[in-house]
């Protein structure tokens, strides 16, 4: 019979299910499995191009804000895009932390301050770090206090970003560390029911 024509979705399903496999598998019998947080070296080609895009992007916003009066778009973006990793990080049942959140760092509101030149930018930054100080792990007390000493906004905020990011990778090994004992218990079940996906994606 003819070879069976396999869909780039269903080549998709498969490679995914076969990724959940082993992800599942690595973390249920290595104890010391975790993700770590790399970047390309400084002297590659891919963090040559990381490095002058960033650097394109932050030296635009700088000039940004220091316009008179000062252009808050592109702030304002970035202050979306903290706020919603920052709502990331709670637990369900948040709610007064999250309703704060959505409050103080409301970018509706805040275009109508950038409207009449009155957005306390500094305000809102030591908002986040003090946010981010109650959401991060113990290991990243150090780094919040680095955020607290710097004085220049665009650095401050490139900072809070990388900061972030160092957070994001934390919960990941939090959420490893506490799914691992439950994927010990259910390992068999898990593969078995994964392997059966697997063939049933792909084409025999």
């Avoid at 496999?21 to 770590?36: G, P, S």
Wanted: glycine share 2%.
């Amino acid at each position: 019979s003819p070879p069976k024509v396999i869909t780039f979705d269903e080549l998709m399903a498969a490679a995914k299910n076969l990724t959940d496999l082993t992800l599942a598998h690595e973390i249920a019998v290595n104890a010391n499995f975790c993700i770590k947080h790399e970047d390309f070296p400084q002297n590659s080609f891919a963090g040559t191009v990381k490095q002058i895009v960033h650097k394109a992007f932050w030296d635009h916003l700088e000039s940004e804000l220091n316009e008179d009066p000062p252009e808050y778009e592109h702030a304002i973006k970035l202050f979306e895009e903290i706020k919603e990793i920052l709502l990331s990080f709670l637990t369900p049942g948040a709610n007064r932390i999250q309703n704060q959140i959505c409050e103080v760092l409301d970018t509706d509101l805040i275009r109508q301050q950038a409207e009449h030149n009155a957005v306390d930018i500094h305000g809102l930054a030591n908002y986040i770090i003090n946010t981010m100080g109650k959401l991060c792990a113990p290991i990243r007390d150090n780094d919040i206090k680095q955020l607290k000493a710097t004085d220049n906004i665009v650095e401050l905020l490139r900072q809070i970003f990388h900061v972030l990011d160092l957070m994001k990778v934390d919960m990941a090994n939090y959420t490893i560390q506490n799914l691992r004992p439950y994927l010990q218990r259910n390992l068999v079940d898990y593969e078995r029911t994964k392997f059966q996906e697997i063939l049933e994606e792909t084409p025999s």
